[in-house]
């Protein structure tokens, strides 16, 4: 089982839609969470922190559920900037790093 | 506030060369440091990190070297470039302790062709 697998996608929805991609990690052990967003041959940019109780920032909402080793996020009326691709990130087993998913792409379109 | 620098942007270079790319951190004392590198359609690989001056822990064996010979300054060299080194290179910090659960944050990246 890869350590952080995601649908790799590509999500293709219309603006003002909903969309919710998932992830699931294999190391119990991981203590932190996060999804970054990354643009065409940018850099990752943190986009939220994921914690059990869920958070919210704005049109996003993360959840994650530690007994199942599931992570999601949750975009709300998708706009034409969310296009992008969604990376989840836990942390290895020692703690010392992030592991990265694949990412899983979003394409918003008018 | 903090600030990361990566150089250069993008770099061709034929196999068999040499390879060094620097990363340095201002703003902040002590960071972990990190080496990642993203091949073309694939996720991000961690290749080194470092806790500390002169400490480097690799994560995969390959045809690269890390050093730290300074708190906020991180390398990547090669001696000899394959093609398979090909790739994006980012290189990233966080804070130890408590902090790493706020993330890292990355440098620009140095998107390299090796040919």
């Given at each position: 089982?890869?350590?952080?697998?995601?649908?790799?996608?590509?999500?293709?929805?219309?603006?003002?839609?909903?969309?919710?991609?998932?992830?699931?990690?294999?190391?119990?052990?991981?203590?932190?969470?996060?999804?970054?967003?990354?643009?065409?041959?940018?850099?990752?940019?943190?986009?939220?922190?994921?914690?059990?109780?869920?958070?919210?920032?704005?049109?996003?909402?993360?959840?994650?559920?530690?007994?199942?080793?599931y992570i999601s996020l949750l975009i709300r009326d998708s706009k034409l900037?969310?296009?992008?691709?969604?990376?989840?990130?836990?942390?290895?087993?020692?703690?010392?790093?992030?592991?990265?998913?694949?990412?899983?792409?979003?394409?918003?379109?008018? | 506030?903090?600030?990361?620098?990566?150089?250069?942007?993008?770099?061709?270079?034929?196999?068999?060369?040499?390879?060094?790319?620097?990363?340095?951190?201002?703003?902040?004392?002590?960071?972990?440091?990190?080496?990642?590198?993203?091949?073309?359609?694939?996720?991000?690989?961690?290749?080194?990190?470092?806790?500390?001056?002169?400490?480097?822990?690799?994560?995969?064996?390959?045809?690269?070297?890390?050093?730290?010979?300074?708190?906020?300054?991180?390398?990547?060299?090669?001696?000899?470039?394959?093609?398979?080194?090909?790739?994006?290179?980012?290189?990233?910090?966080?804070?130890?302790?408590?902090?790493?659960?706020?993330?890292?944050?990355?440098?620009?990246?140095?998107?390299?062709?090796?040919?």
């Amino acid at each position: 089982r890869k350590e952080v697998e995601q649908d790799p996608g590509p999500f293709n929805v219309p603006e003002g839609a909903t969309v919710a991609f998932n992830c699931t990690y294999s190391n119990s052990a991981s203590q932190s969470f996060f999804w970054y967003r990354q643009d065409c041959r940018k850099e990752p940019k943190l986009l939220m922190s994921v914690y059990s109780s869920g958070n919210e920032d704005g049109r996003f909402t993360a959840q994650l559920n530690r007994a199942s080793q599931y992570i999601s996020l949750l975009i709300r009326d998708s706009k034409l900037s969310d296009s992008a691709t969604y990376l989840c990130v836990v942390t290895n087993q020692a703690g010392t790093a992030l592991i990265f998913g694949k990412g899983t792409t979003l394409s918003v379109s008018s | 506030s903090q600030t990361i620098h990566q150089w250069p942007a993008t770099l061709v270079q034929p196999v068999g060369s040499p390879l060094s790319l620097e990363c340095t951190v201002e703003g902040t004392s002590n960071p972990n440091l990190y080496w990642y590198r993203q091949a073309a359609g694939r996720g991000l690989q961690l290749l080194f990190y470092s806790v500390g001056i002169g400490q480097i822990s690799s994560e995969v064996p390959q045809n690269l070297s890390a050093s730290r010979p300074q708190d906020r300054q991180f390398i990547l060299s090669s001696k000899k470039l394959l093609l398979s080194d090909s790739g994006f290179y980012l290189c990233a910090w966080t804070g130890s302790g408590a902090e790493r659960r706020y993330g890292y944050t990355f440098g620009s990246g140095t998107r390299l062709t090796v040919v």
